[in-house]
């Protein structure tokens, strides 16, 4: 397996667990976020995100639309081919099917919480590196604010120049993955757990890990 295709698979467990964009416009999602669920200086990415309105079941034709490899790259930042190819690898390990009614993928969200659990660690790890410029992650993003003390004097942050404080940099889990968390707060929450387990703090990985099962499970 591929680091794309644990972001692949969350964005699918979340499209299964919060259903489709609806038509209002994406009234309903702007009320659902909370204040502050971002951490950038601008917009940037906004126009895509506020069409993720998750209010309906899975069978929506928006959702339909989603689901199709073009629609997935749009809103996991992998591209079409890569897509493709991260969808048959997690077939082949039993991460994800296609559905026998419409032939739509589906995450094994299970499966995917216990590797992200016991094997994600060692398979895709992360650790802070040099000072930079960036958007938090692990327990500085939005997600974990106010849950756990930092044990040093900088933050782990992704690298970006529209950040918002500044940290140590630590590798995001795949290429796309902040292009996907700008564009969608379930999935920035869900990386930024996910990398609080990549980083091994015990105490940490273990919030990280009862607050993404709650969110995607």
Not at 165 to 174: A, M, N, Q
Request: charged share 25%; glycine share 10%; net charge neutral.
């Amino acid at each position: 397996m591929k680091s794309q295709d644990i972001g692949l698979l969350l964005k699918l467990s979340i499209l299964q667990k919060y259903g489709a964009p609806g038509d209002d416009g994406g009234k309903r999602a702007r009320k659902a976020w909370p204040d502050g669920w971002q951490d950038w200086e601008t917009e940037t990415g906004n126009e895509a995100w506020i069409q993720l309105d998750y209010v309906g079941p899975l069978k929506d034709e928006a959702l339909n639309q989603i689901l199709t490899v073009r629609g997935l790259s749009h809103q996991t930042g992998i591209s079409k081919t890569q897509v493709s190819l991260s969808l048959k690898r997690c077939v082949e390990v039993g991460l994800a099917k296609f559905s026998r009614k419409d032939d739509l993928p589906m995450a094994n969200t299970r499966g995917l919480l216990e590797f992200i659990a016991y094997g994600l660690r060692y398979v895709f790890p992360a650790s802070p590196k040099e000072l930079t410029r960036g958007i938090g992650t692990s327990y500085a993003a939005p997600v974990l604010a106010g849950q756990l003390m930092s044990a040093g004097e900088f933050d782990p942050v992704w690298a970006d120049p529209e950040g918002n404080r500044k940290g140590l940099s630590v590798e995001p889990l795949y290429k796309g993955a902040i292009y996907a968390a700008k564009i969608d707060p379930h999935m920035y929450a869900a990386l930024a757990l996910v990398d609080a387990i990549r980083m091994g703090n015990p105490r940490e990985a273990n919030l990280a890990m009862k607050i993404l099962e709650d969110r995607i499970g």
